[in-house]
């Protein structure tokens, strides 16, 4: 596109963009302000309980003694294939079964947080 068309188009644009927000303009002239709204009593308390009891949900989640979130199942599993696909795979059988389980759901989940430090550990002998 040569400089000259680029230019016209560009000076078209503006034009259009001009006329909109003139319009948009005169809309808002004709238009009523909004009126703020003021919370009640009710309508703050309301928004307490709610805040509340989203802390509740979130207080909810389990932690593990040294201030992390317990691991899931999912993140336990997905550790464990890691060090299965990795050639841990004996080491990964042993662990499950010093844990009393032939499969990884059938491990206490308490259990979750003391499992996933040794599978970390699997493969990183110093």
Known sequence: MSEIKFTINVTADSQTIARIVKMI???????????ML????????????QSTAKSAEQDAVPWTEDNKPMPTLEEVRALLADKSRSGYSSEV???????GADRLSEVD???????????EAIGNAK
């Open 25 to 35: 303009k005169e809309e808002l002239k004709n238009e009523e302000l909004p009126v």
């Open 109 to 119: 989940p308490s259990r979750y947080p003391e499992m996933f430090k040794e599978a």
């Open 38 to 49: 003021v919370p009640t009593k009710d309508t703050v308390e309301e928004m307490d309980k």
């Open 93 to 99: 059988k042993a662990l499950i079964s010093k844990y």
